[in-house]
């Protein structure tokens, strides 16, 4: 590095993120320290943007955000660079997000077809919800819930929160940026012992028909435990959808956590390496 650079040593993704998309709108060679404990390097910013290309460069805050980030969940399994794709239309649509605070019906089925092309590039289905079918159909059930794209209703909240977070970034240079409450916009406030939360809103109706919720949810008044419990007598966890609010068969944070931390921990290292 020369004198008068600037290097970036948070080794945070969405810096390095907002780093390739405004790299042309700061006066001054940019950089990024990244890297392990063991394997250290500095990466110029300036040559990943011209790898990239600027059509990437100015959508790859939507695509970020709307794949997952620290504040937006990640499609299970679907890594970045399945959206760093040559596709004019995708590169738009992310381009669009985070523009404006709030979306139009069209841009999210615009989203929602995109979603689509992440699960399956080959099927004809440009929602959701019919491409959860069309799959579930194709493997003759035997396919695991987090393998198949979210429903409808669940995209829009994650669009939702997707389009705040990229709203955020596409505003960091400038002085005082009026944000909105981020309440009705994928997120809502709680209460928990008289004090306001504001946690994730995952969505708006039943995770499933109510004659599968029976068969799924324990009822257990209690205690969970065997061999009443019909979570424990087919090995699962109890969720939301059971009775009691909380009990020793929940999943802990750490098992929730677990396989995103393995993914995180590596995400500026195979996601973005160049």
Not at 107 to 122: G, I, K
Not at 217 to 232: E, G, H, I, Q
Request: charged share 30%; with cysteine; proline share 4%.
């Amino acid at each position: 590095m020369r004198e008068g650079s600037i290097c970036d040593c948070s080794e945070d993704t969405d810096v390095f993120i907002m780093g390739v998309a405004f790299h042309d709108k700061i006066g001054a060679p940019l950089f990024q320290k990244c890297g392990t404990r063991t394997r250290r390097r500095i990466d110029d910013i300036r040559k990943v943007a011209a790898t990239l290309g600027i059509e990437v460069c100015r959508a790859i805050i939507g695509m970020h955000a709307y794949t997952g980030c620290d504040t937006v969940s990640a499609f299970a399994g679907k890594g970045k660079s399945s959206a760093l794709t040559t596709n004019r239309e995708i590169k738009d649509t992310f381009l669009e997000l985070g523009q404006e605070w709030d979306f139009s019906s069209e841009f999210m089925d615009r989203l929602e077809a995109l979603t689509c092309l992440l699960y399956s590039a080959q099927s004809p289905s440009t929602t959701v919800n019919d491409l959860r079918y069309h799959m579930f159909c194709a493997k003759k059930g035997e396919i695991e819930s987090h393998q198949l794209p979210p429903c409808r209703d669940c995209l829009v909240k994650h669009a939702q929160r997707a389009n705040y977070q990229a709203g955020i970034w596409r505003r960091c240079l400038e002085q005082d940026p009026q944000v909105p409450s981020p309440v009705g916009r994928g997120w809502k406030i709680e209460m928990e012992e008289g004090v306001q939360l504001l946690v994730v809103d995952w969505m708006d109706g039943q995770p499933a028909p109510e004659a599968i919720l029976d068969l799924l949810a324990c009822k257990c008044s209690r205690k969970c435990a065997l061999p009443k419990c019909v979570c424990m007598a087919n090995k699962l966890k109890c969720t939301d959808m059971c009775s009691l609010s909380d009990c020793e068969n929940r999943p802990s944070m750490s098992d929730n956590e677990e396989s995103a931390d393995e993914n995180d921990d590596d995400e500026l290292e195979s996601d973005y390496e160049f």
